[in-house]
């Protein structure tokens, strides 16, 4: 399981990375932005799911930080963009 969440975010910080290399080059990096925003979200929403699940029951308990972490992991889907709006984006810049 925590290997499959540290490289869940390994890949998403290069995502992040080749998106920000290609804007301080002046290039296109929409598409780039776009598969870091969707996949870097996807990968809190996971980790977080694993995290409450390698700490059990403890893991659901209102005063713990892992059940917050879950609950603002969820939002990243939906803030700045959703997910399903991050799609749209790529598959119209990969259509070009």
């Known amino acids: 399981m ?3 969440m540290a490289t869940r975010i ?3 910080r290069l995502l992040t990375l080749k998106a920000a290399y290609l804007k301080d080059r002046g290039e296109d990096f929409g598409k780039h932005a776009a598969m ?4 870097s979200s996807e990968t809190a929403v996971f980790c977080a799911d694993r ?14 930080d892992i059940e917050r972490l879950y609950r603002d992991a969820r939002i990243t889907e939906i ?5 399903e709006a991050q799609k749209l984006v790529i598959s119209s810049r990969l259509l070009r």
């Not at 870091?36 to 996949?39: G, V």
């Not at 995290?51 to 713990?64: E, L, W």
């Not at 803030?79 to 997910?83: F, L, M, R, V």
């Open 2 to 4: 925590i290997s499959e």
């Open 36 to 39: 870091a925003k969707l996949f």
């Open 10 to 12: 390994e890949a998403s």
């Open 79 to 83: 803030y700045e963009g959703t997910s």
């Open 51 to 64: 995290a409450v699940q390698i700490h059990g029951g403890y893991g659901y308990m209102r005063d713990r």
